[in-house]
């Protein structure tokens, strides 16, 4: 007989006891849908890693020493409206992205951490450019990155109910350049609308100031890019001029998180709304507008990049 | 509908011995006949052998002779490193599609149709979702000999399916196997003093015991389940953890670009990785599990007690090794058994195969 499981602590649903020791006479009946939440497996507690890959130790380690460092020290975050993260089930955050190696991420799971009694494990989705290349290949799932893929959104938020980020902005975000910091790019197809609408989660946008100026890219240089077969190929303050620990190079500007109130996407009609392109659209483009508007106001009141 | 009178195909494969063997314990099953090209390297009970290599014209008479109304076809190769690429063809796609052609027309006994298939279905690639579910297709087209045979194969039985609404078709998709008795790519790979990686990739993979691939056959045999369904253990490894719970060391010896120029001159010097493999030491794959769940069938093992379980194996072999014999099989020895009016069925053969033997699994 398999060991009894547990689940580790960022399991918000451990498998019920009743769904494991289901009785045995219906057996070729199909369970309903719902219960297949139930069959996900449990973390097995002697594990380090959960199924996707993620470890808690490489995280912790790295939660302990740098992302500390840039969190508190370098980039001095103040957290408003963290009371917007739900403290249970699904929810996809939806950020402003920008900087040549992005910071915005770590330092909103960083904040989540920190600030909300809950605590909650953040995902984070990123492009599947970084799966082929070496290093970041081991590393980016090991501290909570997914590949942006809609199966994996969907099993994340509806099925483990667990916080999930995006950015619709994706590579458009990264790669703007210094003059145009603050000016959100277009949000995708509504992708992530749609997905959040599926799995009944919540959408909950968030604000980011502070990493345009900490990451600022004044130009991008073609040919070299096609040479390293890199994303792009930015001009930072330090990049590429202290080689590639030069991604690194941040400018301590001050950095500001606001979370916005959250969508409750199963008033817009359930799943089944999710076919509806017009209201997908209408979604998406209020939620940028909202983005945009608070980042105005954030950088309108702001007195100094550098002091906030 | 329960199977009563059941074909099993590729009996001398390690398969379909396995489950011939597990499915004998089972009293309502009446007539268990297997055929193959090659003679049994397991001992059974009362299996009825059939050396035929697969004409569908042959095993359509005995399919048809016999009314047998289930079907399991274990034999699909689903390991380059255990037949040429030709020979693998010829089993996987041709082989298939004969079984199929035996078992159709309009008066044909066959009432189920199991088949097992394999993950390498849906392939490896950088674009992969973290967990693929029966109704995904593989991205892109199959890098590999046995991934496009995989594919056509289980193809074909999905037409038959389509074509065939009275019988019931099972398709098992299955996780690379560990166990200490099959023969697998990684069995292999995890038995090498140190296991080679590669450089800078520490893929996501799902394993699933022996064990369990042999109660998932016989789960599909004795209840009526049509469909498509994944069998992975519950839990998805990195490949660091799983060298770790062998207790082995990982060597990242190839590099991350042009692994496959490297491998050529390798494979000269006997040293050789399989194609499928390429990609899944890189992106790895990791299936849901939860719709054969549903149908009521359980795990015995998880992917990291799989995992432990071999190295116990593989700590173990080198002591054991030699001391047990294998079994050699004699068509005189096995047909006097079944069918000498002296040998003493009644009490001995039917009472002892129901009782003294377990019934694997559920």
Known sequence: ?308 | MPSRRILVTGLSTYWGARLAQALEGFEQVETIIGVDATEPRRELERTEFVKVSNQHSLIQRIVRAAEIDTVIDTRLIVNSLGAAPREAHENNVIGTMNILAACTGSDSPVRKFVFKSSTNYYGSEQDDPAFFTEPMRRPHPPRSRIERDVVEADNAVADFADKRPEVTVTVLRCANVLGPDVDTNFTRMFSLPVVPTVLGFDPRLQFVHEDDIVHALEHAALNSIPGVYNVAADGVLALSEAIGLLGKRALPALPPFGTAALLAPLRRLGFRIPDEMLNLLRFGRGVDNRLYKATGFDYGYTSRETVIRLGEHLRLEPVRRGHEEGYHYEREVEEFLRWSPHVRRGRAGDDGVAADREPLGI
Request: charge should be neutral.
């Open chain 1, 1 to 308: 007989m398999p060991p009894e499981r547990t689940s580790l602590s960022h399991v918000s649903e451990p498998v019920s006891d009743e769904a494991a020791q289901a009785p045995a006479d219906h057996l070729p009946e199909r369970r309903p849908a719902e219960r297949m939440r139930d069959l996900l497996p449990a973390i097995e507690p002697e594990r380090r890693l959960d199924d996707w890959g993620r470890s808690e130790r490489v995280e912790g380690a790295m939660d302990r020493t740098l992302i500390e460092f840039f969190y508190r020290y370098w980039f001095r975050a103040e957290v408003e409206g963290i009371e917007n993260v739900p403290a249970e089930g699904g929810a996809l955050l939806v950020s402003n992205h920008s900087g040549a190696l992005p910071p915005d991420a770590a330092m909103i799971a960083k904040a989540i951490r920190e600030e909300q009694p809950a605590g909650r494990p953040l995902y984070i989705t990123v492009e599947h450019f970084f799966k082929g290349y070496p290093g970041f290949s081991m590393l980016i799932p090991k501290i909570g990155g997914v590949a942006a893929h809609p199966a994996n959104v969907h099993r994340l938020l509806y099925d483990e109910r667990q916080l999930v980020l995006v950015f619709p902005e994706g590579r458009k975000g990264t790669e703007k350049l210094y003059k145009d910091r603050y000016r959100l790019r277009r949000f995708g197809r509504g992708g992530f609308v749609e997905a959040a609408i599926r799995a009944e989660a919540k959408l909950v946008p968030v604000c980011v100031v502070g990493a345009e100026e900490a990451a600022p890219i004044f130009a991008h240089v073609g040919f070299m890019q096609r040479l390293t077969g890199l994303l792009y190929f930015p001009i930072t303050p330090t990049f590429p001029w202290l080689g590639p620990l030069g991604m690194l190079g941040y400018l301590p500007a001050k950095f500001k998180l606001r979370f916005l109130e959250p969508i409750d996407t199963v008033e817009l009609g359930g799943p089944a709304a999710a076919e509806d392109k017009a209201l997908v659209q209408t979604v998406a483009q209020e939620i940028r507008a909202r983005i945009q508007e608070n980042l105005h106001q954030i950088v309108a009141r702001r007195k100094s990049v550098w002091f906030g």
